[in-house]
């Protein structure tokens, strides 16, 4: 059967790192309860004029580097976004440009904080459907054009970066038994808009700022995600305990410990980065699939899980081996 299959992973993050007590100097806020509220103490942000899809154009040539694969090899560009440079053309096709490829096909995915994990099964249902061989996944995000400097709720929580893997369609034999995308689960409920939600965009003439319900999310959050998690796990006949690693979606340690436990998984299995990147929506799982690598915790052969819940709500798993 022919797999999905990671061939190479990247992220890029921009050089301004904000610590926490940064925020202190024009906010009521402490360091002490970031940390403790989040687990967050740090996170990075774009430089100005620096867009969504510059990110975007870095995390994939890292990726491509790692895959020994050229652009003109791609068949596709899918990028998970919520804050595109431009309401058009896409984000991804400014990519594909920058990259210098002229064939093929790029768009992008909008599905916030769970949008990386929409566009990996929606990259894996391309190549197992024989429309694309090779296919480069982003998520990339500018969060910090969309934060209300003034709501010390939200704006100390989110960071700006990219992360990338590219995907090639293996048979499943040989050295390349069993790896790739095993599993995934997508949903999405549009009842719960208010509770997480941008308060403008193109139709109302106006960017808008990011809104959120930080306790409704929360509650929602660990169930949904264990939920999802043990339904693509279940789908292929696994649990939970089979897992090497759980590679959650970075917005909230607390709520990260509460899926692991729910999940029956100690915090050794999990990949944490939200300390130092905070929560940058879509690319927040690239970016913990690239550094946990680099760190040597994910290796090839590894099983893992990865989840994440946000705006809509949407939310989604995919389960894959490394
Ligand atoms: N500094 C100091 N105090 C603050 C801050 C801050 N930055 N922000 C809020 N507070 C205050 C509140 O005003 C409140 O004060 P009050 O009791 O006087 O009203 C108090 O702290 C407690 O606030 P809560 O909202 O109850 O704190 P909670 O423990 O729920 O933590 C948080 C808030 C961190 C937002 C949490 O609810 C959370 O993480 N929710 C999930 C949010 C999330 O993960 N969103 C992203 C998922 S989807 C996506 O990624 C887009």
Known sequence: TTRATVIGVGHYLPDRIVENAEFEKTLDTSDEWIRARSGIERRHFAAEGQGTSDLATRAARAALKDAGVAPDELDAIILATSTADLTFPS???MVQAELG?????????QAVCAGFIYALANANALIVSGQARRVLVIGAE???????WTDRSTCVLFGDGAGALVLEATDGTGSNEDRGILSTD???DGRFRDILYVDGGVSTQSTGHLRMQGKEVFRHAVEKLASTATTALNKIGMT??????VVPHQANIRIIQGTAKKLGLPMERV??????HGNTSAASIPLALSVGKAK????EGDVLVTEAIGGGLAWGSVVLRW
């Open 91 to 93: 984000a991804a096709t």
């Open 271 to 276: 990949v944490v980065t939200v300390q130092d």
């Open 101 to 109: 490829m002229t064939k093929g096909y790029a768009f992008d995915v």
């Open 142 to 148: 500018t969060f910090s054009r969309i934060m209300d």
């Open 240 to 245: 939970a305990d089979q897992l090497d690693w």
């Open 296 to 299: 040597g915790q994910i290796r």
């Open 186 to 188: 997508l949903n999405s």
